[in-house]
C-alpha cells in the first residue's frame, strides 16, 4: 500500500543553517503531497503542499517539491530560526475514495541559538 | 485557519475502565472527522473516519468495539477507548476537514490527547 518515509531525527541545527528534511514516497495512484508541523503542545498545522508533479509547495520560508521521477517531497529552508524547532510531518492523501492522509513517522528539528 | 479543539490534552486511567475523547471543531461544520494513534517515534496512524450521522470507517486491524466512535453532529465527534488496558497507552489525534471528495480541502488537527492507562 501506499507509504511515507522521512529522515530520522533528530535533526539539530544551528541558527540561519540549511535546512533539509528528506521525504519519500509510495504510491499507485497520483497523491497530493503535504508537509505538516507540530510545535510543543500544539496541533498539526498544513506547512505546504504540492498536488501534481513539479509543484513546488512555500510557505514562511520552507520549500518542497514534488519529484515524480524520484518519488520525493523534500523539505528545504534556506536559514533556519529557533522559532522553526518542532516536529515535521511529511504526508500524501492518496486521491483514492477515501482520501486519507498516509504520514511519515515526523522529524524533530531543534535550532539552537 | 479554521480551529479543531480536542479534549482532554492528557488524561491516566486505570486499566479496565474507559476513556472518552472528544474532537470538535470550532468554527466550521465537520460531516467527517479522523481519528489517529501516535506510537513513540511512529507514524500517525489513520484508526477510523467518523462520518456525522452515520456508522465510522475502520481501518483494517482496528477493533471497533474497543474504539467506538460517535459522531452526533457536525461539530463534534467522540472516541471512547473501552476497558482500557497499558498497551492502549498512545497518543490520539483528531482531525477534520479534507474528507470525502475534498482533494484539495485542508485538514485541521486537534492538539491531541496522550493516554497512560496504568
Known amino acids: 500500500g501506499d507509504s511515507v518515509t522521512q529522515m530520522e531525527g533528530p535533526v539539530t541545527l544551528s541558527e540561519e543553517a540549511f535546512l533539509t528534511i528528506n521525504c519519500t514516497y509510495t504510491?499507485?495512484?497520483?497523491?497530493?503531497l503535504f508537509w505538516y508541523v507540530q510545535y510543543p503542545g500544539e496541533g498539526l498545522q498544513l506547512l505546504l503542499k504540492?498536488?501534481?508533479?513539479?509543484d513546488k509547495g512555500s510557505n514562511k520560508g520552507f520549500e518542497a517539491t514534488y519529484r515524480k521521477e524520484t518519488t520525493s517531497f523534500h523539505l528545504e529552508k534556506g536559514s533556519v530560526q529557533v522559532s522553526d524547532s518542532a516536529v515535521y510531518f511529511c504526508?500524501?492523501?492518496?486521491?483514492?475514495?477515501?482520501?486519507?492522509?498516509?504520514f511519515g513517522t515526523g522529524t524533530l528539528l531543534a535550532v539552537q541559538p | 485557519g479554521a480551529v479543531v479543539s480536542q479534549h482532554p490534552s492528557r488524561v491516566i486511567c486505570k486499566s479496565g475502565t474507559s476513556v472518552k475523547i472528544e474532537c470538535r471543531s470550532l468554527?466550521?461544520?465537520?460531516?467527517?472527522m479522523f481519528w489517529y494513534r501516535q506510537f513513540p517515534k511512529q507514524s500517525l496512524m489513520l484508526m477510523a473516519t467518523?462520518?456525522?450521522?452515520?456508522?465510522?470507517?475502520?481501518e483494517q486491524g482496528v477493533e471497533k468495539d474497543k474504539f467506538l466512535i460517535n459522531h452526533a453532529s457536525l461539530t463534534l465527534s467522540t472516541l471512547t477507548v473501552t476497558s482500557a488496558h497499558p498497551e492502549d497507552s498512545s497518543f490520539y489525534i483528531c482531525?477534520?476537514?479534507?474528507?470525502?471528495?475534498?482533494?484539495?480541502?485542508?485538514?485541521?488537527f486537534g492538539q491531541g490527547t496522550r493516554l497512560t492507562v496504568v
Open positions: 482531525s477534520a476537514g479534507g474528507g470525502r471528495g475534498g482533494m484539495n480541502t485542508e485538514a485541521f
Open positions: 504510491a499507485t495512484g497520483y497523491p497530493s
Open positions: 504540492a498536488t501534481k508533479a513539479d
Open positions: 504526508a500524501l492523501r492518496d486521491g483514492g475514495a477515501t482520501n486519507k492522509l498516509i
Open positions: 468554527d466550521f461544520q465537520a460531516t467527517t
Open positions: 467518523s462520518n456525522e450521522g452515520s456508522k465510522a470507517t475502520y
